[in-house]
């Protein structure tokens, strides 16, 4: 692809003799927010790693720019990390922090002063310029953090579960933040998350990946949307997927008939999109939990057990209920891989 | 009513234990009289001041200074890096070369000395005070090891990483926020090799030579000779030395978090 800022080629990593990721390809466009997103042990982190050059890729190639950076030590890649305990130092004061990278870098007094200003005022932290890291909340630290990569101005910033330390309130006023500053830097932004909601709400486009091998590749809207792998689909919210085989439905108890003729190789259907009340089975309720606008309930079926969710506004059962329930092929969703 | 009454008795033994040959000590330093004796005949500062006029004891605290000041600074010059790559880098063998550092704090000082004397000085023909120099170090090196491996155990790495990825060398991460972050426990690490080094008595028992004793050694050898309570007034300005530095320690660095 031309239009690559970063460029992952056929990288392949791995820790002594244990192969983390076996063959990567990703290309990354400039000024893009990318989430790479998987469960832990997925190899997303390392992925991260070797582009910060903190682990060296035991095979492939990075490319930053155009330029090769795939034997280029960390200190010289001028890319930016954001770490999930944000590894600040703390000896220093907050301007101190920010203005490490710079006082390294032997830059002039002034332009230090000026540019540790701006970018502290930036995450909003220009009255607490003179404390140290243990003086501040975890949201003020994050943000020092943030801040201490920004001031280099990095070709490239990552960022490391950038939200999971933080509570519900701060991870949305983050969130906002990191999308004002991307907006007005244009940097390239590569977070790495195991929240699906996280990578959702945040990124322009996840890669969702499994086993160090990429599942999907896409905007949130396709990967939300259009799962391609029954593994993508479950991490998406599709609680309730079944194997296809002819004309019946494959659970973990059993197999039932269904009316239609599926091509696909799986059938998956979120809770919202299984009918309650009315259907061509019948379940048993064993869990019913009150969700504000939706009533989430568990059914023991022939298939195994089923995750539903009806409108609130809806009339309620009760565990032990038996409640007929249908999973209609208009609101499933084909997966052929 | 009873537990209290038996709980007081036991602290108030084991202070007596503990405390009880110090104040001897005081005491019969302060006498009057021409021999060390408890309790002290009559109350003089002489024998404190005295102290300060015997030759041999000035040149053996200038010997103990110099070994306890450069043994323990060349002990944690060796121990402090020995303590980071064991606790930063997969070191083959890390575990079993901390226990080997640990050795000297396990095995007798008799043997230690011995063995130094015997396999070290004699057949390399070590001058006294490089050898006694040489075994400070080694003795304190343990020390400086595993108190500086506790701090630097509560030091995140990632703290070097975030500083390489803002143009660090591994170097400068270490000096410029490694050592910022640990300079608590090395200073600890300092305080309790130099106390270690100045009380050292086994091993350098064997290695000093004609002129060129310890302090403490010096002391051995003067009681043998003379037995004035001199001795007795220079060992509690030695233990109000040791309670002073430690009382510093503890006051400014919360000495006692790191040992």
């Known amino acids: 692809m031309s239009d690559a800022y970063v460029s992952l080629q056929n990288l392949s990593l791995a820790y002594g003799s244990s192969i983390v990721v076996p063959e990567l390809n990703i290309d990354i466009r400039k000024g893009e927010l990318i989430a790479l997103l998987g469960p832990s042990g997925c190899g997303k982190t390392t992925t991260m790693r070797a582009i910060a050059g903190l682990m060296t890729p035991h095979s492939g190639k990075i490319t930053i720019d155009g330029v090769d950076v795939t034997r280029m030590p960390a200190n010289k890649r001028g890319i930016g990390l954001v770490f999930q305990s944000y590894a600040l130092f703390p000896h220093l004061t907050a301007f101190e922090n920010a203005a490490f990278g710079l006082r390294l870098q032997k830059r002039p007094a002034a332009e230090i002063e000026e540019r540790v200003t701006h970018w502290l005022a930036t995450v909003d932290l220009a009255h607490l310029a003179d404390r140290k890291p243990a003086e501040m909340s975890g949201g003020q630290q994050q943000r020092l953090s943030l801040a201490r990569s920004l001031v280099m101005e990095p070709k490239v910033l990552l960022l490391d579960e950038p939200l999971s330390n933080l509570d519900a309130r701060l991870r949305l006023e983050m969130r906002t933040e990191l999308q004002r500053v991307q907006r007005d830097t244009g940097i390239t932004m590569v977070f790495v998350t195991h929240d699906q909601a996280e990578a959702l709400a945040l990124a322009d486009r996840i890669v969702l990946m499994k086993d160090g091998v990429i599942e999907q590749l896409g905007t949130p809207d396709e990967l939300y949307n259009a799962p391609r792998t029954v593994f993508g689909a479950d991490f998406f919210g599709f609680e309730n997927i079944f194997e296809v085989a002819g004309r019946d439905l494959i659970g973990a108890k059993g197999k039932m008939p269904v009316a239609f003729g599926a091509t696909a190789r799986h059938m998956a259907w979120r809770p919202g999109a299984v009918s309650v009340g009315s259907g061509p089975w019948e379940g048993v309720v064993t869990g019913v939990a009150f969700a504000g606008e939706k009533r989430e309930y568990v059914l023991d079926t022939d298939l195994g057990q089923i995750k539903a969710a009806t409108d609130a506004s809806e009339p309620a059962y009760q565990i032990g209920d038996v409640v007929p329930f249908g999973l209609p092929e208009a609101t499933g969703f084909p997966i052929s891989g | ?259």
């Not at chain 2, 050795?103 to 050898?131: D, E, Q, S």
Request: hydrophobic residues 55%; aromatic residues 12%.
């Open chain 2, 1 to 259: 009513m009873q537990y209290k009454w038996t709980s007081r008795l036991i602290i108030g033994l084991t202070l007596t234990f503990l405390i009880g040959p110090f104040l001897i000590i005081v005491l019969a330093g302060l006498s009057a009289g021409e021999f060390m004796t408890f309790p002290p005949e009559g109350i003089s500062l002489k024998w404190y001041l005295k102290v300060f006029t015997v030759d041999s004891f000035r040149a053996s605290f200038a010997l103990s200074m110099f070994l306890a000041v450069f043994g323990t600074i060349a002990a944690l010059l060796l121990g402090v890096p020995a303590a980071y790559a064991i606790s930063r880098y997969d070191i083959p063998f890390g575990e079993t070369i901390k226990t080997i550092v640990a050795a000297p704090i396990i095995v007798p000082g008799i043997i230690v000395g011995l063995a130094l004397l015997r396999y070290l000085v004699v057949p390399l023909n070590f001058t006294v005070t490089l050898a006694l120099f040489l075994a400070h170090t080694a003795l304190v090196l343990p020390y400086a090891v595993r108190v500086v491996s506790a701090s630097l155990n509560n030091l995140r790495s990632d703290m070097e990483e975030a500083a390489v990825l803002l143009g660090c060398t591994r170097l400068g991460a270490f000096t410029r926020v490694v050592l910022p972050n640990i300079q608590g426990g090395v200073l600890a690490a300092f305080i309790l090799g130099f106390v270690t080094s100045f009380n050292q008595v086994p091993v350098s028992l064997f290695l000093s030579g004609p002129g060129v004793r310890t302090l403490p050694i010096d002391m051995l050898s003067y009681m043998e000779i003379t037995y004035d309570p001199s001795v007795a007034a220079l060992s509690a300005l030695l233990a109000f030395l040791s309670v002073i530095i430690v009382f510093v320690a503890e006051k400014f660095l919360g000495f006692s978090r790191y040992v």
